[in-house]
């Protein structure tokens, strides 16, 4: 399988496979990384699917996009990263072992897809620890080593920090946005003692820090001299391991392959929903996508009107579902790319606009007005909305949610209406309450149950440098922590 960059140069080699992408960021054009076709899965590859465990569904599946790697040992890497001890930790033994179970609020309708069970309590961890194996594999194979720089507002972090922590040739330099995180989710990233692990706070909003990647990413001499590398959620490896859970929580919510299921994403880079979308291009019978927002909902505009109008970093709104706090949703590009007929040029029109911090406008574009035959649909939800549905989940079901699923238990309620009759509406459970224990507590009076491993973290010494939004002296940073060659 060879990838290309949504605004056409894909950069050197020519034609790169999937280990030339695993450890850059962004393509040499400022695109995204995307397979040049999507393999299609058959029905009769869908039938023999069902039944395997989630590492061998992962192993057919990354398969059909990773043909530099030899089978055997992607199988291995597939094996050793799925596995219960790593995915089962927080529920162990109520669901013998499943990795992403599906939890029924009402039988057979509506749904949760747990996917964070991991160790950081975040669907990123799905990803990030198949992630973390790759690099290995890959950097030993070439005798290489990265520094990965990333931004993160709040799980991709931990996600990266808990993935890459004491992996031989990795260092990683996170930056978080001062004091936007949860108490607990800084105490996961910070507390980590690692030589490997470098935390930088910087003083502003999640995307000053994801400006700042992004600058250091663009200056190539740098980059290269410094073997800067990404795992922030544009990292194309990651996109293509959460299409695996569209799949497993497919077979979970049916009984044939002949059932629809819809998907309700609680979103912000666009990095998650964006692997269901190409789920669905590969075949999967998904009726729908439904995309949630908090009050951040540059996405949800979109879909209703066709106006895509990225905010700046000073009407961000800061809310009780922070990793959602996003303005500029880094992973759109690739849906858009698909949109506009996988035309390089039109989406390189379209981001020189938003690169200098312009809307742009479908709304009247014959590509905007065949946005359903994609499925999507979507919602927004406030800090009041997730109070609620927190509340309501809690009292009629017995079921304890995060603050980001309550968004998209909040906008799947929205729309239930308008799925045909036996759809089942999966929402995507994307943290675990404990992370966000602030806005629990306030929904329901009661603190979320913490896993034992995880008692007290908040109380342990942290590791963490305050630093102002600045590129040079995170760039300084960098150096000073690393030998250029
Ligand atoms: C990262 C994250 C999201 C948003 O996912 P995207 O891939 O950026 O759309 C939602 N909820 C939680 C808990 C997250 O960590």
Same mark, same amino acid.
């Given at each position: 399988?060879?990838? +290309?960059?949504?605004?056409?140069? =894909? ?9 030339? +992408?695993?450890?850059?960021g962004l ?17 009769? @590859? ?30 291995? +890497? ?27 609020? @009402? ?13 950081t309590?975040a669907f990123k961890?799905?990803?990030m ?16 080593? *990265?520094?990965i720089l990333g931004a993160t507002s709040g799980d991709t972090g931990s996600a990266a920090e ?10 990683v330099f996170m930056l978080s946005p001062h004091g936007k995180m949860s108490a607990f989710q800084r105490?996961q990233m910070y ?5 490997? *692990?470098f935390n930088i706070a910087v003083t502003g909003m999640f995307d000053d820090a994801q400006d700042i990647v992004k600058a250091v990413s ?5 980059? =290269?001299?410094?073997? *800067?590398?990404a795992v922030n959620s544009i990292n194309?490896?990651r ?19 002949? @059932? ?6 609680p979103s912000g880079n666009f990095g998650n929903i964006c ?17 949630a927002t908090n009050e951040n909902d540059v996405l949800d ?5 066709? *106006?895509y109008r990225p905010r700046k970093a000073a009407e961000t709104h800061v809310t009780s579902s922070p990793s959602m706090d996003i303005s500029k949703a880094s992973n759109f590009e ?17 981001? =020189?606009?938003v690169d200098?911090g ?8 014959? @590509? ?12 927004a939800s406030?800090h ?16 304890? +949610?995060d603050t980001h699923?309550?968004d ?12 045909? !009759? ?8 994307t943290a675990?309450?404990?992370k966000f224990?602030e806005t629990?507590?306030? !929904? ?20 963490v440098t305050v630093m102002a939004p600045d590129v040079?002296a995170i ?11």
């Amino acid at each position: 399988m060879k990838y +290309i960059s949504t605004r056409g140069h =894909a950069g050197q080699p020519a034609n790169p496979e999937f280990c030339d +992408i695993l450890l850059g960021g962004l393509a040499p054009d400022g695109g995204l990384y995307l397979p040049e076709r999507y393999p299609q899965v058959s029905r009769a @590859e869908l039938d023999a699917w069902r039944g395997l465990s989630y590492a061998e569904l992962a192993f057919a599946i990354l398969s059909k996009f990773i043909t530099d790697i030899p089978p055997a040992d992607l199988k291995a +890497i597939c094996d050793k990263t799925y596995t219960a001890e790593v995915y089962c930790h927080v529920r162990a033994g109520d669901d013998a072992g499943e990795i992403t179970p599906v939890h029924w609020l @009402e039988e057979g309708r509506l749904g949760l897809l747990e996917l964070s069970n991991g160790p950081t309590l975040a669907f990123k961890d799905m990803a990030m620890q198949l992630l973390g194996n790759l690099f290995e594999y890959v950097l030993a194979r070439r005798g290489e080593t *990265i520094n990965i720089l990333g931004a993160t507002s709040g799980d991709t972090g931990s996600a990266a920090e808990y993935a890459m922590r004491g992996k031989q040739g990795v260092r990683v330099f996170m930056l978080s946005p001062h004091g936007k995180m949860s108490a607990f989710q800084r105490a996961q990233m910070y507390s980590l003692q690692d030589d490997n *692990i470098f935390n930088i706070a910087v003083t502003g909003m999640f995307d000053d820090a994801q400006d700042i990647v992004k600058a250091v990413s663009n200056d190539h001499g740098f980059k =290269a001299a410094h073997k *800067i590398g990404a795992v922030n959620s544009i990292n194309w490896a990651r996109v293509a391991a959460q299409i695996v859970y569209y799949f497993k929580g497919y077979f979970g919510a049916t009984k044939s392959n002949d @059932e629809q299921v819809a998907f309700c994403v609680p979103s912000g880079n666009f990095g998650n929903i964006c692997a269901g979308h190409i789920a669905r291009q590969m075949g999967l019978p998904v009726a729908r996508l439904i995309l949630a927002t908090n009050e951040n909902d540059v996405l949800d505009e979109f879909f209703r009107t066709g *106006i895509y109008r990225p905010r700046k970093a000073a009407e961000t709104h800061v809310t009780s579902s922070p990793s959602m706090d996003i303005s500029k949703a880094s992973n759109f590009e690739r849906f858009v790319y698909d949109l506009v007929g996988r035309d390089p040029q039109r989406v390189a029109a379209l981001w =020189a606009e938003v690169d200098a911090g312009r809307p742009f406008d479908l709304s009247a574009s014959a @590509e905007f007005a065949r946005i359903a035959d994609f499925g999507f649909i979507s919602g927004a939800s406030s800090h009041a909305d997730r109070l609620a549905t927190i509340r309501k989940v809690f009292e009629q079901y017995g079921v304890m +949610i995060d603050t980001h699923t309550a968004d998209g238990v909040k906008v799947a309620w929205q729309h239930a209406a308008e799925l045909r !009759a036996g759809v089942p509406l999966l929402v995507l459970e994307t943290a675990l309450p404990v992370k966000f224990s602030e806005t629990i507590v306030e !929904a329901l009076g009661r603190e979320p149950e913490r896993p034992a491993d995880l008692e007290g973290i908040e109380k342990l010494p942290q590791r963490v440098t305050v630093m102002a939004p600045d590129v040079d002296a995170i760039k300084r940073f960098i150096t000073e922590r690393v030998t250029p060659q």
